[in-house]
């Protein structure tokens, strides 16, 4: 009998997951603070989407830029005390630009060959985005847009998608 991996945050999986992303695309230019919110938004509602199982269980909240995850700051902190990577402010366009940089490889033994394939599909389909691009598309995905300002949003809403951001193939009735 398999279980039923329903997991509400794992804290540990979120934190490889964010690294893994750091790991292959923080380097890029145009990957931010912001960029790393929506690829992490994304992956983890997508893989919902997909398999009606939770990949981190990272709570989203809806704030003014799109999706935000509640957990970041604190992995990042962790992450930069362990040596695995950098974080940088780099000042440009009036603003600041928070950066991270991976300084080894990352752990990726929580995650599955199916997780790690929806994670890879999101990158290839933002890493290219700056924050200003990524964050007006983050607006239009429906768990964003039936969510009130500043409070939660819930994963089941994943399965109202239009077709421009769902990620399954549903029958028609």
Same mark, same amino acid.
């Given at each position: 009998m398999?279980?039923?991996r329903n997991?509400?945050?794992?804290?540990e999986?979120?934190? %490889?997951? &964010?690294?893994?992303?750091?790991? %292959?695309?923080?380097?890029l230019?145009n990957?931010?603070k912001?960029v790393l919110?929506?690829? &992490?938004y994304f992956?983890?509602?997508?893989?919902?989407?997909l398999?009606?199982?939770?990949l981190?269980g990272?709570?989203?909240?809806?704030l003014?830029?799109?999706?935000a995850?509640?957990?970041f700051?604190e992995?990042?902190?962790?992450?930069e005390? *362990? +040596?695995k990577?950098? %974080?940088c402010?780099?000042e +440009? +366009? +009036?603003?600041a630009q !928070?950066?991270f940089?991976? &300084?080894?490889?990352?752990?990726?033994?929580?995650?599955n060959?199916?997780?790690?394939?929806?994670?890879?599909r999101?990158?290839e389909? !933002?890493?290219?985005?700056n924050a200003t %691009?990524?964050?007006?598309?983050s607006?239009?995905d429906?768990?964003y847009?039936?969510?009130g300002d500043?409070?939660?949003?819930?994963y089941e809403l994943v399965?109202y998608?239009?077709?421009?951001?769902?990620?399954r *193939? !549903?029958?028609?009735?």
């Amino acid at each position: 009998m398999v279980e039923k991996r329903n997991i509400e945050f794992d804290k540990e999986k979120f934190r %490889q997951v &964010l690294h893994y992303i750091i790991h %292959q695309c923080g380097h890029l230019e145009n990957v931010c603070k912001t960029v790393l919110f929506k690829i &992490l938004y994304f992956s983890d509602f997508d893989y919902y989407e997909l398999s009606e199982e939770k990949l981190t269980g990272e709570l989203y909240r809806k704030l003014e830029h799109g999706p935000a995850p509640g957990h970041f700051d604190e992995a990042v902190r962790e992450l930069e005390d *362990e +040596g695995k990577i950098y %974080q940088c402010i780099i000042e +440009g +366009g +009036g603003y600041a630009q !928070y950066k991270f940089l991976s &300084l080894i490889e990352p752990d990726m033994n929580l995650l599955n060959g199916k997780e790690i394939r929806v994670i890879d599909r999101n990158m290839e389909k !933002y890493c290219h985005m700056n924050a200003t %691009q990524i964050s007006a598309f983050s607006h239009g995905d429906l768990p964003y847009k039936a969510t009130g300002d500043n409070e939660i949003i819930d994963y089941e809403l994943v399965f109202y998608r239009d077709p421009l951001f769902s990620v399954r *193939e !549903y029958e028609d009735d």
